[in-house]
Nanobody, 131 residues
Framework: QPQVAESGGGAAQSGGSLRLSCAAS????????IGWFRQAPGNEREGISC????????YYAESVKARFTASRDRASNTWFLQMDNLQPEDTGTYYC????????????????????????WGQGTQVTVSS
């Protein structure tokens, strides 16, 4: 049973940086789609970055494009989300999630807009950005 767990959240000043980690177990990153989601109080969960396994199609939401960078380390089976130029509107609980891919016709955009696809979710890590 695949499992993922986030770490690395915390507090930052506006313009600062944080790096989140998503450690995977019971699965290989080469075989799963990975998504990063966030949820602010009172808001719906938002898919901010999703990557397909084989095609390596990487999607970023407009709200984070050019500020956040997703990457992976195969040796440790860990995904990362580098968050730069953080803004107060980035405050929320951040989750990583994994799911077995549907096929080559589905890209990161689709997965980030279909959170129900993912069947392994981490517990979430809080990110708070102050102005």
């Amino acid at each position: 049973q695949p499992q993922v767990a986030e770490s690395g959240g915390g507090a930052a000043q506006s313009g600062g940086s944080l790096r989140l980690s998503c450690a995977a177990s019971g699965m290989s990153m080469d075989h799963y789609v990975i998504g990063w989601f966030r949820q602010a109080p009172g808001n719906e969960r938002e898919g901010i970055s999703c990557e397909t396994n084989r095609e390596r199609h990487l999607y970023y939401a407009e709200s984070v494009k050019a500020r956040f960078t997703a990457s992976r380390d195969r040796a440790s089976n860990t995904w990362f989300l580098q968050m730069d130029n953080l803004q107060p509107e980035d405050t929320g609980t951040y989750y990583c999630a994994a799911g077995f891919p549907l096929g080559a016709n589905y890209d990161g955009n689709y997965y980030c807009h279909t959170s129900s696809f993912f069947d392994a979710w981490g517990q979430g890590t809080q990110v708070t950005v102050s102005s």
